[in-house]
């Protein structure tokens, strides 16, 4: 049977600094994705950390997405308009014993070996404050990667009751995303390696909300150093919007792809990009380093 479900992606950034090349080499290689398989892309701003973000980044960033050709479909999507929602789902999974509050420190997950034990949820009188965590009876530990191919991650951390409110009050990512995820019906999530262990998270939180799963596509890391990704808070330095042609040539070929024709207009670029674009030229390795 032919799957006849359209394809929609996204680029997801956190308005905590200006793109950079490892924001560009997601935002590019999630665009490129989506358009050659004549999908759609969305952009959501994950703006649910204030103490991270700066001040008019969230601007910026849709500002220089516009100046690098790359355009996206329907409204951009804030998650601080969607705390409500959020809330809404927590409380019902409180209410079905599906989650439960949790006051055990760093400092005493350390002494359990490093991995959570689940001992708050076993309470025969439970908390009512603290952080908030899903029970997790799935604790998927493999996943296929449109990609990568298989992946496995560690047991201990597959298995774990991860936390999807903190203790400060601070939506986790692994909700929001997910919530998200499903309400913008995205059937492939593009994004760097960095996120490629907390994706069995993400996978049991899926089955836990008895909610499809999207397909899953990890693209390598830029990294400075071993270990290292490019990233806003090691201050790497912002991409260039009045001359983005050099940069997006250079992320073509990050990605293994041609470089394309650096012409004055880059749409035309961007429109040459997604003609040629060949996700088996894409290296698989998790994190490749620039060249200094």
Known sequence: M??????????????????????????????????????????????????REIAGASSAILKTLEAYGLEWDESVLYQSQRLDVYQARIEQLLQDNQAYYCQCTRKQIQAMGGSYDGRCGQLL???????????NP???????????????????????????KRSDGLYAYQLAVVLDDIFQQITEVVRGCDLLEPTCRQESLYQILKAPTPQWLHLPLACA??????????????????????????????LGQQPVTAESQVS??????VSQFDLSKVPKQSEILLDT
């Open 268 to 273: 035309k670029m961007i429109e040459q990009a």
């Open 2 to 51: 032919v799957n006849t479900t359209p394809y929609i992606g996204r680029f997801a950034p956190s308005p905590s600094g200006p793109l950079h090349f490892g924001s560009l080499i997601a935002a590019l290689g999630s665009f490129l994705r989506a358009r050659s398989l004549g999908g759609k892309w969305l952009v959501r701003i994950e703006d649910i950390d204030p103490p």
């Open 225 to 254: 150093e071993k270990g290292r990704k490019l990233s806003k808070q090691n201050h790497a330095p912002a991409i260039d919007n009045l001359y983005p042609q050099a940069s997006i040539n250079a992320a073509l070929v990050f």
């Open 125 to 135: 009188q439970p908390l009512n404050q603290g952080a908030i965590r899903v029970r």
């Open 138 to 164: 799935f604790a998927v530990e493999h996943f296929v990667d449109q990609h990568m191919g298989h992946v496995s991650v560690d047991s201990a951390f597959a298995a774990e009751d991860f936390i999807i």
